[in-house]
């Protein structure tokens, strides 16, 4: 079945210094989410990109979608310790909700 | 308040039992999913449904079954022929028209 690369796994990161995640596949995408889990938490959206090169911004956080639409980047810039948590992406490769596959994630801790 | 319950919480159940945990939500979403989280690990989907009285198997339907009578509510048992029960398990629901899901806050299962 159709797979979706996360990295890195796990990131420790200074507080204040730069985070980014990236999320790789193999065939074009529909569209892509990007999730955060709190630790104990539920995942929540965060933003969906849906056209290729598409740059989305949140604050401190830069969301890229790739020109050919098979890759995507979260980049968050001076992180806080508010910061920490899992993100993932979900890949959405055409049709349904149903055909969304989520990443493994990345684990983010931050250092006061 | 708008939004997706699950319940229980935790649950511990014996091996050979069968055990149904129940998802409700009031944001009248048509869609409905179920996925499971293991530690390190993305979210896999078990079920899902688009509208009442239909659904369809996730990646990992096995050992696990659905029933969507009402389109508030989605439960899922997790039966005997489920090998490996233990993990945290999480509704979603989303509007057929978008693609943003909303998570309730989990169940966390563990067989003994």
């Known amino acids: 079945g159709q797979q979706v690369m996360q990295i890195p796994q796990y990131q420790h990161v200074q507080e204040g210094e730069d985070f980014t995640t990236y999320c790789n596949s193999s065939?074009?995408?529909?569209?892509i989410q990007w999730y955060k889990q709190r630790p104990g938490g539920h995942p929540v959206f965060l933003i969906q990109l849906v056209k290729s090169g598409e740059v989305k911004k949140q604050k401190r956080l830069t969301f890229q979608f790739g020109e050919a639409k098979k890759n995507s980047s979260l980049h968050i810039t001076a992180t806080q310790t508010t910061d920490v948590g899992t993100y993932f992406c979900?890949?959405?490769?055409?049709?349904?909700?149903?055909?969304?596959?989520f990443g493994k994630g990345t684990k983010l801790s931050v250092k006061p | 308040d708008g939004g997706i319950t699950q319940s229980p919480k935790y649950l511990f159940r014996k091996e050979g039992q069968n055990v149904t945990l129940s998802c409700e939500q009031n944001?009248?979403?048509?869609?409905m999913y179920w996925y499971r989280q293991d530690p390190g690990q993305g979210l896999r989907l078990i079920y899902y449904?688009?509208?009442?009285?239909?659904?369809q198997k996730g990646d990992i339907a096995e050992g696990y079954s659905v029933s969507r009578e009402k389109k508030e509510s989605f439960p899922l048992t997790v039966t005997s022929a489920q090998k490996n029960p233990t993990a945290f398990y999480l509704c979603?629901?989303?509007?057929?028209?978008?693609?943003?899901?909303?998570f309730g806050e989990g169940s966390r299962l563990t067989v003994l």
């Open positions: 065939t074009t995408l529909s569209n």
């Open positions: 979603a629901s989303s509007m057929r028209s978008t693609g943003e899901l909303f």
């Open positions: 449904s688009q509208i009442v009285n239909d659904f």
């Open positions: 979900a890949a959405n490769y055409g049709g349904s909700q149903g055909n969304l596959i």
């Open positions: 944001l009248n979403h048509d869609a």
